[in-house]
């Protein structure tokens, strides 16, 4: 298995496009950790505390929509779809 040296200058070897395509997968890798670690984490009641707030906020009224925070629908509808 190549050391991360050699991985660095391959890595700086790169055609721009490559780089681009390495970059997205990299990220890809990174968002499917996170989601493997949240649903973890929620399957083991450790996200039970948020779904409360939620509640005893949306009780009081002072729950605030997604929407209202991103402050246009558009982007919160490509959040929510990808």
């Not at 991360?4 to 990174?30: C, G, H, M, P, V």
């Not at 906020?57 to 729950?63: F, H, I, M, V």
């Amino acid at each position: 298995m190549p050391n991360i040296a050699k991985i660095q200058e391959d890595i700086l070897a790169l055609s721009k496009t490559d780089y681009q395509q390495l970059r997205q997968w990299f990220n890809e890798l990174e968002w499917d950790e996170w989601d493997r670690q949240i649903e973890e984490d929620s399957n083991a009641g450790k996200l039970d505390f948020l779904i409360a707030e939620a509640r005893e906020a949306e009780e009081k009224g002072t729950l605030k929509k997604l929407e209202n925070l991103i402050g246009r629908h558009d982007e919160y509808e490509r959040l929510i779809n990808s």
